[in-house]
């Protein structure tokens, strides 16, 4: 008699199914793989032991970075001077503007060793995520871990993608900085645009107010400078200032972008299937990038550590630089005092912008930005030279 109420009541209330159970491993990794997300995959390990066994082996991971703390480390006064040192002792380049990065650059060394810190993840102190999982994929929301401790539970990465929650660097309020950088053991590109103002396309009321004289910037898209566009850089670049914001924008992008590199090697290191890196930040102001070839060559030749910070040594490195000083984009945005810089070390042979190479420097940018260096390439071309630091 209970064996029949039994089997009435198994038959009325059958027993819940569990469809995930009924997914194959390589369906649930698929899913696991587009999530990527590492606090989510943490989440997912503590549902049952099956998904607990399967998200280690996730090859697409995204590490987002909810802040950063500076390390203690002080880079010592006597590092300080033997870098300036070394950017002071330069032949002469080819071109009024070199002399003028290497002047100015003597006194930006000691500013931007702080950059480097700002930005160091040590493996006591900075934090990858208040809630990032732990040796066993656990959450805990006291203890901080840095990228390399989150990521050592994961054994078959292969694209690995971290996002920083802000850029390093501080720019004017409405000036535009991006930089691309790719990496092997040193330096093999960097691709730098900046503006020192963006102007968006205008819409139809203000258009209509405009014409009929009620808006306040009917000059808005006017030069601003007087001066004609031929093409050159104008004199005025020269007196007021600008070139030696660009002087800025374009050492301290450099700077960024070894800084990011240096803290990449254990996690490089302990990777071994790695094939892409991406190391970028929220405000998509710079994107370090290493392919699978870049990423190999670290293993087998060790990168040279700057002395003066936590660093990589960046060679020296030829330069060519475009500017305009009103730049209009097919899609109405307008770039202020737009600059290109592209930059390769000086040991490699050239690489042309346009042609059978492609166009390495545009494609380093998104839309609309990338048209914007296309536009820019077309310009007069101005070849700079810098010294390793």
Same mark, same amino acid.
């Given at each position: 008699m209970g064996s029949s109420k039994s089997d009435l009541r198994s038959t009325i209330y059958p027993e819940p199914v569990d469809h995930f159970d009924q997914l194959p491993d390589p369906v649930l990794l698929l899913i696991f793989n587009k999530i990527g997300d590492v606090k989510t995959l943490g989440r997912c390990c503590g549902v049952c032991s099956r998904f607990?066994? @399967?998200?280690p082996q996730v090859d697409n991971v995204v /590490?987002?970075?909810? $802040?950063?703390? %500076?390390?203690d480390d002080d880079a010592s006064s006597s590092s300080s001077s033997s870098s300036s040192s070394s950017a002071a002792s330069s032949d002469k380049s080819r071109h009024p503007i070199s002399s003028l990065f290497r002047l100015v650059f003597l006194g930006l060394v000691k500013p931007f060793q702080s950059l480097t810190q700002l930005i160091s993840i040590s493996s006591r102190r900075c934090t990858a995520s208040s809630s990032l999982v732990d040796d066993d994929f656990e959450q805990n929301s006291v203890t901080h871990h840095s990228p390399t401790q989150v990521l050592k539970n994961f054994d078959e990465i292969k694209l690995l993608r971290i996002e920083l929650p802000s850029g390093e660097l501080g720019i004017d309020e409405g000036a535009l900085l991006k930089w691309?950088?790719?990496? *092997?053991s040193t330096l093999d590109n960097c691709v730098i645009l900046g503006a020192s103002s963006v102007i968006q396309p205008v819409s139809i009321g203000d258009l209509v107010e !405009?014409? $009929?004289?009620?808006? %306040?910037?009917?000059?808005?898209?006017?030069? *601003?400078?007087?001066e004609t566009d =031929?093409? %050159?850089?104008? !004199?005025?670049?020269?007196?007021?200032?600008? @070139? +030696?914001?660009?002087?800025v924008w374009t050492i301290s992008s450099l700077i960024a972008a070894s800084a990011r590199h240096y803290?990449?090697?254990?996690?490089?290191?302990?990777? +071994? +299937? @790695?094939?892409?890196? /991406?190391?970028t930040d929220v405000d998509g102001q710079g994107v370090l990038c290493m392919n699978r070839e870049q990423l190999e060559e670290l293993r087998v030749k060790p990168l040279s550590a700057s002395s003066a910070s936590k660093r990589t040594m960046?060679?020296? @490195? =030829?330069?060519?630089?475009?500017?305009?000083?009103?730049? !209009?984009?097919?899609? *109405?945005? /307008?770039?202020? *005092?737009?600059?290109?810089?592209?930059?390769?070390p000086s040991e490699q042979p050239k690489k042309e912008v346009v042609g059978p190479d492609g166009n390495w420097v545009a494609a380093a940018? !998104?839309?609309p930005y990338g048209t914007a260096a296309r536009m820019l390439v077309k310009r007069r071309t101005y070849c700079l030279e810098m010294n390793s630091f």
């Open positions: 607990h066994s @399967l998200v /590490v987002r970075v909810d $802040c950063v703390i %500076s390390d691309r950088a790719d990496f *092997g !405009e014409q $009929c004289g009620i808006g %306040s910037n009917s000059n808005i898209l006017g030069d *601003g400078n007087g =031929n093409g %050159s850089i104008p !004199e005025s670049f020269y007196t007021n200032g600008g @070139l +030696k914001l660009r002087v803290l990449l090697q254990p996690i490089i290191a302990e990777h +071994k +299937k @790695l094939e892409s890196l /991406v190391l960046v060679p020296a @490195l =030829n330069m060519r630089l475009w500017y305009a000083p009103h730049l !209009e984009l097919p899609d *109405g945005t /307008v770039l202020k *005092g737009a600059t290109l810089v592209a930059i390769r940018f !998104e839309e």
